[in-house]
């Protein structure tokens, strides 16, 4: 079983290198949220995160390495959590 019961999410600055005019972007309003379970290859959460901050509760999920994914237009983040 998982330690915590709920998978905090957030998004706080992005950097954007190509850009002269600034060097930090804002944050989108709405983000696309995939989690992916490594062990299995399955989807086991998509849904919509508001304002780049979002928990999910993860209570029911088995331990494991899972890969959380975020876009929002161009923008992709991703990043691997070890649940235990």
Known sequence: MPEH???NISVT???????TDSKEEQI???WDVTI???????ICYTGKMAKG???IDISRWN??????QVK?????LTKKVKLK
Request: glycine content about 8%; hydrophobic content about 30%; overall charge neutral.
């Open 5 to 7: 019961s709920v998978l």
């Open 13 to 19: 600055s992005i950097v954007d290198e190509s850009r």
């Open 28 to 30: 989108a309003e709405e």
């Open 36 to 42: 992916y379970n490594t062990h299995t290859n399955k």
């Open 53 to 55: 901050k979002m928990g």
């Open 63 to 68: 331990s494991g390495i899972y890969v959380v």
């Open 72 to 76: 929002s237009g161009k923008t992709v």
